[in-house]
């Protein structure tokens, strides 16, 4: 009796670790779908900030362009105004020539026009008494009277050209006002085209951060994925080193027949594939379709098509969440790509009991149930043994 229930604690507890370590896979295979996912928007991200950068260093270029142009723009009025201020101080030192050579003029005009003027108040009598006197008189007359004339001949010539250089000085003025006005406007825009070369650095420089922090979070999340898929490769050989025997199947009395086993619906749902080949709508490859698929909304109860004990409750890849039920006579009937189970391995359920719910986990292109009946571990046509 000791040894019985030694024997019975130890299936047990067998059970319990194959149970946990079920759930343990279906924990992990979960992380990787949400890891998968994170992967997914983090790769979108990048891509997103990636085409930013691009239009940014574009932006940047226009930016840096025009800042380019302004700035040689104001160079070269810089080097205009440089010019005309050297223009502006000859021409102005031309006209203060000329001033000072024009009031020069008007000194010895003055003077010689006072010296005629004096040499005009001379005594004709005196002058008739002195030999030669009035010869000499009419010729210092028309000796003034000739210097006279240089004078107002050069007079005008000098102010004329005090006038053209008074002309030109306020040309070069007017020149220089302007170019002045030209490099203030220039400078303006300078500063402004380099606020805009600034700020679209800086939001470069933000996003390629931003970019570096995702690369970052991705190369974490395809460690962890790694991680991950070490660790249910791990559990996966443990699972299938450690698969519990199926029950033995009965077989009949000779001369007996062999009882046919009925199964009960597992979801009021209308069917959407039926067993046998067909086109496999994924690849589009004709393959064995080893059970029956119902089309139900996610989240619709899964029932148990027969009594019997769950002898797998997890993950099983392309068929996603899956149970496995063990009936008499070496029946079993499996229920795939759920969305949650609600039985464990070890588990007694009976024909009705709830034991998952409709989704659309594994390979799978809709919420739907896929349903299997296997006799002897081979798979057998479900409508054949569905009760009406």
């Keep these: 009796m000791l040894l019985l229930l030694l024997l019975v604690w130890a299936g047990s507890s067998r059970a319990d670790e194959y149970a946990a370590k079920q759930r343990e896979l279906a924990e992990i295979k979960e992380a990787q779908s949400r890891a998968q996912a994170l992967l997914a928007d983090l790769a979108k991200t990048e891509s997103a900030i990636m085409a930013e950068l691009r239009e940014l260093d574009q932006e940047l270029a226009r930016a840096k362009q025009e800042l380019a142009r302004v700035e040689q723009a104001r160079q070269r009025t810089s080097a205009s105004l440089a010019e005309i201020e050297k223009e502006v101080k000859t021409a ?62 050069l007079y005008q010539r000098v102010s004329a050209q005090k ?27 300078e500063r402004q085209a380099q606020q805009q070369v600034d700020q679209v650095a800086k939001r470069r420089a933000e996003r390629d951060q931003k970019l570096q922090e995702i690369l970052k ?91 019997g004990r769950v002898v797998l409750a997890g993950w099983v890849g392309g068929y996603g969440y899956t149970i496995i039920i063990e009936h008499a006579n070496g029946y079993s009937t499996l229920y795939a790509h759920a969305s949650r189970l609600l039985a464990e391995v070890g588990q007694w359920v009976n024909t009705g009991q709830i034991i998952a719910e409709v989704g659309n986990s594994g390979v799978s292109t809709a919420p739907h149930l896929h349903f299997e009946v296997r006799r002897g571990g081979q798979p057998v046509n479900p409508l054949e043994y569905l009760s009406e």
């Design 92 to 153: 102005t030192q031309r006209y203060e020539e000329s001033q000072a050579k024009l009031a020069e003029i008007m000194v010895g005009y003055n003077r010689r026009l006072r010296q005629l003027y004096m040499s005009s108040g001379t005594d004709l009598l005196d002058l008739l008494l002195v030999p030669g006197a009035v010869d000499d008189w009419v010729m210092r007359l028309r000796l003034f009277s000739a210097l006279l004339e240089q004078d107002v001949e």
């Design 163 to 189: 006038a053209a250089t008074e002309a030109e000085r306020a040309r070069l003025n007017r020149e220089r006002t302007r170019l002045q006005q030209e490099r203030t406007r220039l400078t303006q825009l």
């Design 217 to 307: 979070e991705k190369s974490g999340q395809e460690q962890a994925i790694k991680e991950l898929a070490a660790n249910s490769q791990r559990i996966q050989a443990w699972l299938e080193a450690n698969k519990p025997p199926p029950p033995p199947t009965p077989k009949p009395t000779p001369g007996t027949a062999e009882p046919r086993v009925k199964f009960a619906r597992p979801v009021a749902a209308p069917i959407t594939a039926n067993f046998g080949w067909r086109l496999d709508p994924l690849d589009n490859v004709n393959r064995f379709h080893e059970g029956v698929d119902f089309g139900a909304p996610e989240g619709t109860p899964i029932k148990a098509a027969g009594e």
